[in-house]
């Protein structure tokens, strides 16, 4: 199976910061990447897809690049609703699909 | 409007068999690229992916767990069944269906979810 690693698990930042966070797949999946974000007691909602295409109806503060086996999601400035937890996903080929472990975007 | 809903009972004995049901709406499991599947996530961790359903009637299974699931389909009935044997505490999680879309490209991705159904499993 193929293994997506996230780094930071957590990090705090402050409201108007840029925030990045990345996921390392364990082989090269193309741009077959997703992201979600969770907030708690919720569902995940997607946020991007195919590495760097914006979900409809996402703010265009969210982005993603990278192809092969590193990505990125950034938040260029973070607003008081996107703190929340964020998750990586590969699509590759046929499941079996996986996620990151997710990363936490708390205050400051 | 598509929607997806977790059904199934919120408490299971160790050793039971799960079955659980997802009822969807605004969408057809017979078109191509339509797929639902199961994602389950126990308290404070990750999601974990568990299994998947197409429009074909194909299958797929996480590989820790697939001795264990079975997914089935009623299209006339517009449900998703995942069953899943011998209950063990560890399994006590949040249970997620999802509309997975295989689109052109790499556009594959979870586009609707249910709101989940927590199962505890406990003697």
């Known amino acids: 199976d193929i293994q997506m690693t996230q780094s930071p698990s957590s990090l705090s930042a402050s409201v108007g910061d840029r925030v990045t966070i990345t996921c390392r797949a364990s082989q090269t999946i193309s741009n077959y990447l997703n992201w979600y974000q969770q907030k708690p007691g919720k569902a995940p909602e997607l946020l991007i897809y195919?590495?760097?295409s914006l979900q409809s109806g996402v703010p265009s503060r969210f982005s993603g690049s990278g192809s092969g086996t590193d990505f990125t999601l950034t938040i260029s400035s973070l607003q008081p609703e996107d703190f929340a937890s964020y998750y990586c996903q590969q699509s590759h080929t046929t499941p079996p699909w996986t996620f990151g472990q997710g990363t936490k975007v708390e205050v400051k | 409007q598509v929607t997806l809903r977790e059904s199934g009972p919120a408490l299971v004995k160790p050793t039971q068999t799960l079955t659980l049901t997802c009822t969807f709406s605004g969408f057809s499991l017979s078109t191509s690229g339509m797929c639902v599947s199961w994602i389950r996530q126990p308290p404070g961790k990750a999601l974990e992916w568990l299994a998947l359903?197409?429009?074909?009637?194909?299958?797929?299974?996480s590989t820790s767990l697939k001795t264990r699931l079975t997914i089935s389909k009623d299209t006339s009935k517009n449900q998703v069944v995942l069953t899943m044997t011998n209950m063990d505490p560890v399994d006590t999680a949040t249970y997620y269906c999802?509309?997975?879309?295989f689109g052109s490209g790499a556009s594959r991705l979870f586009d609707y979810w249910g709101q989940g159904t927590l199962v505890t499993v406990s003697s």
């Open positions: 195919a590495a760097s």
């Open positions: 359903i197409d429009w074909d009637d194909s299958k797929y299974y």
């Open positions: 999802a509309r997975f879309y």
